[in-house]
């Protein structure tokens, strides 16, 4: 005998438990737009001081000024498929105080080492977060008395 999978639900988090979320995590994706297209990378990540810095395998060219980018981050249980994810945009500049990239090249883990290497402080100007979870009701089969559930 095989069960229906229980119906899971989408559900909105403060800004600020997002930012939470997003501090308990060291990885995500980084997008920016290069070239007329959107790229997305792998990045590592840390939270100091209300920004957050990542390093990133990305051409240094792609940031020579400060640019808009979107940060992305989640956690999906294999199994369940309970989780969250969050998404920070904002404005990137590149690290440049050696002091502070030496500091954050021992911090954070990276994946290329050279010119495809850089850190990049964002100052999210937003900041959005869903947590995803099974409902609590049990789910309808066939047969009811009219209308439908809303997701």
């Known amino acids: 005998m095989t069960t229906a999978p229980s119906p899971r639900r989408m559900l909105d ?19 920016y737009e290069q070239r007329d297209a959107l790229a997305v990378r792998p990045a590592s990540h840390v939270l100091e001081y209300g920004r957050l810095v990542i390093r990133v395998p990305a051409p ?13 981050c989640d956690y999906l249980h294999p ?11 904002g404005l990137a500049e590149v690290v440049t105080d050696r002091d502070e990239a030496a500091h954050y090249r021992r911090t954070l883990p990276g994946w ?24 609590t009701a049990p789910a309808r089969t066939g047969g009811g008395t009219g209308g439908s559930a809303a997701s």
């Open 13 to 31: 988090v403060s800004g600020e438990e997002a930012w939470y979320m997003l501090g308990g995590a060291s990885q995500g994706r980084l997008v």
């Open 112 to 135: 290329a080492h050279g010119p495809h290497d850089i850190l990049l402080r964002i100052h999210p100007q937003t900041v959005t977060g869903f947590r995803f979870a099974h409902t």
């Open 79 to 89: 199994n369940t498929g309970t989780g969250w994810a969050v998404t920070a945009g």
């Open 60 to 72: 240094g060219a792609a940031f020579s000024t400060r640019i808009s980018v979107t940060y992305h």
